[in-house]
């Protein structure tokens, strides 16, 4: 089997459901590193108003990048 | 939100913060970690407009999963970057200094050291980009056991060092209780002034 037709059959190899446990290993892993950031801003920020901003910004980039990884696995 | 232990006549002046410039080399790092694989992608594309797999669709949509994973992972290196780049700081008080040296994450230092204390106050501001960016480094020796305590990359350290200077003055010439005055209480007890005394550097 050459190079080709192993990537043309690499769908066979990584399936669907496999993807979609590493999506979930990757919403565990956002979700954990969103407690260790939430739990430093909130115990040891001194201003409030730039942990809001940071909040907002690492949640919103968070979730778009889980959209993008959610509808990949959708269409693959 | 992190509260300091200040005594009842003791009042936060002033924070001391890293400049923007000590986080931008992660912001940059951000930037081309996201960029590269898009511009790969657009290298396989144009030069190898028949890989297999692109026709039947799942192998862009494999890709651009891969992507999202390596996207999340550098999202979270540069926010925990951040993260220890903003918890970094000096406290500057009407009685002492509180550093606060954030490590690393669940790494932290925080100790204060009383005016007092302080035996010099430089500043170093080398090169252009310090010098037009306002930004350079602190450095105090201390009368304590830590010799030196240095702040890298502070904004705008000469308004700073005036502050602090200033500070101290007010530190210096303000009248203290005896109690908290300790040995210098004891000689100043027989000049005529019971209930006070004078800070001295």
Known sequence: MNTTEVLGRLHDFISKPILFVIFGILCVAFGLVSFILLFHWDRYAIDKSAIVKAQSIFFLGGAAILLIAFISVILY | MIKFNLNPNEQIVLTVRKHWIAIIGQLVALIV????????????????????????????????????????????????????????????????????????????????????????????????????????DILIETAGERKKLAFINARDPEAIKIAINSIQKDFYSRPVPVAAAGSNAGSNAGMGSPNVAQNTP
Request: net charge negative.
């Open chain 2, 33 to 136: 970690a996201m960029i590269v694989p898009l511009i790969l992608l657009l290298v396989i594309q144009a030069f190898v407009p028949n890989f297999p797999g692109w026709q039947a669709g799942h192998l862009i949509y494999l890709y651009s999963f891969a992507y999202s994973i390596w996207l999340m992972l550098s999202w979270s290196l540069f926010f925990f970057a951040w993260t220890e780049y903003h918890l970094d700081f000096w406290v500057v008080t009407t009685h002492r200094i509180f550093l606060v040296e954030q490590q690393a994450m669940f790494a932290r230092e925080i100790s204060s050291l009383t005016l007092d204390k302080i035996q010099d106050l430089t500043i170093d501001i080398e090169g252009f980009l310090p010098t037009m960016l306002k930004f350079g």
